[in-house]
């Protein structure tokens, strides 16, 4: 399932099926593929093992190395274009898609020092702070369509309540739960994101990120993976953040190197990308890359 959410977050940005059909763009690329990273940093939130301030170190400098190595080998597409403006985003936000980890970087002390609290809190606090950047998204704050989006895709508003409901379900024992009740929620949940991302389509100018059934599809489908795992789901880690991480590398670069339409580019980046993945598994014993 990793490898799926990274293959997803890949035909986003790739726009797969943009110009083959509108239907099948908006189902994949514009609705499920919003899946992707807020189901990452659930898994994030429930891998979280920092006990002691020594081990909440040692998860800091590692996520830390991996954000600086990355954000050095995307540096020849933003460097030639930087100025005040997009130095600003970098040094706030991270570039592109690398947000995600500078958000789960600064997310996870917040986590550490929650960890342990009740549920009756927790669950209030993800909810509301994930209520905020559901407001703040909807709001034009500001005329700059980047700013905009870093107002509420952030470490406080996005990265920080999905990973409380990660944290909240390592106390559930998910392979007791009914498998035929995990399947339904995550239907029934699926179903109601792309209700909910038809309604707002039409009325909104901007791609939204975050959308209501989010908070409870991601979760139901991690534990919907829980519930059937075999030992298999954390093997995948790594061909999934290598994916994520080098895919958008990959997908500029054949953009701009070739005629290729959306949906060809995308299937080359995939393609390319998965082999990339295996190459960095065995650089990741070398250096901190994943």
Same mark, same amino acid.
């Given at each position: ?57 040692v998860w800091l ?56 609290? @009740?549920?009756? &809190?927790?669950?209030?606090? #993800?909810?509301?702070?994930?209520a905020i950047g559901? %407001?703040?998204?909807? +709001?034009? *704050? ?114 701009? @190197?070739?005629? &290729?339409?959306?949906?060809? #580019? ?7 990308? %998965?082999?990339?993945? +295996?190459? *960095? ?10």
């Amino acid at each position: 399932m990793r490898v799926v959410m990274a293959l997803l977050v890949v035909a986003l940005h790739g726009q797969l099926f943009k110009e083959i059909s509108a239907e099948a763009k908006f189902v994949i690329s514009d609705t499920l593929s919003r899946l992707a990273v807020p189901w990452f940093l659930v898994v994030t939130g429930f891998y979280f093992r920092a006990s002691s301030l020594a081990e909440l170190r040692v998860w800091l400098i590692r996520m830390a190395v991996i954000y600086a190595v990355w954000m050095i080998a995307y540096s020849p597409f933003y460097l030639a274009d930087l100025n005040l403006k997009s130095a600003v985003l970098l040094a706030g936000f991270g570039y592109r898609h690398l947000w995600y980890l500078f958000a789960a970087l600064q997310a996870g002390p917040i986590l550490y020092c929650l960890r342990g609290r @009740s549920f009756v &809190l927790l669950l209030p606090i #993800a909810s509301v702070l994930f209520a905020i950047g559901m %407001v703040i998204q909807h +709001f034009e *704050l500001t005329e700059s369509a980047d700013y905009r989006v870093v107002l509420f895709r952030n470490f406080l508003f996005f990265a920080l309540p999905f990973m409380l409901l990660g944290h909240l379900m390592r106390r559930v024992d998910w392979k007791r739960v009914s498998s035929s009740l995990l399947v339904l929620l995550c239907v029934a949940g699926c179903c109601i994101l792309l209700l909910e991302a038809a309604f707002f389509s039409s009325r909104t100018w901007f791609s939204q990120d975050l959308y209501v059934s989010l908070f409870f599809v991601s979760p139901a489908v991690f534990a919907l993976c829980l519930h059937f795992d075999n030992g298999r789901l954390r093997s995948a880690a790594e061909m999934a953040t290598g994916i994520y991480l080098i895919h958008l590398m990959v997908l500029l670069t054949t953009k701009s @190197s070739t005629s &290729l339409t959306e949906t060809p #580019a995308t299937l080359v980046t995939i393609g390319l990308s %998965v082999a990339a993945a +295996f190459a *960095l598994r065995k650089l990741n014993k070398l250096v901190p890359v994943l």
